[in-house]
């Protein structure tokens, strides 16, 4: 009885898999400009540029769960406001969960709606209401 109890308590404690993540081509960001209200959505491609107004994002890579495309985006971000040689922003966002690394900015929002694979379809399903 004993023996099982430790063999149990064992295997909860175990470590879980590491789960296998994928890289996308890309990634949609939506950007809001908090001043005018204008909400702009950008399909930047790994490794690009692009921006609105005096914001430019530059997207590093966006990875997905290989086994579950749909759960969960992480893209690695660089924005700069202006021509600032120091980014505002410097880190990886997740999609879902896009207040825990936030882009602190008086006046612009930033965060990623999904990746985009390969296939051309996005980690997420499209939300009408975006």
Not at 17 to 27: F, K
């Amino acid at each position: 009885m004993r023996l099982s109890a430790i063999m149990a308590c064992l295997l909860l404690a175990a470590p879980a898999p590491a789960q296998e993540m994928l890289s996308g081509i890309g990634a949609d960001i939506r950007i809001l400009d908090k001043l005018t209200g204008a909400v702009t959505d950008l399909e930047v491609s790994n490794g690009h540029t692009d921006g609105v107004g005096a914001l430019s994002v530059t997207l590093g890579d966006c990875r997905y769960p290989a086994d579950n495309v749909a759960s969960e985006g992480y893209a690695a971000l660089v924005v700069h406001y202006r021509a600032d040689v120091t980014p505002i922003f410097a880190g990886w966002m997740l999609a879902s969960s896009p207040a825990l690394n936030a882009l602190d900015h008086p006046r612009y929002d930033v965060w990623v709606l999904r990746c985009i694979t390969s296939l051309g379809a996005g980690t997420a399903p499209v939300n009408r209401a975006d």
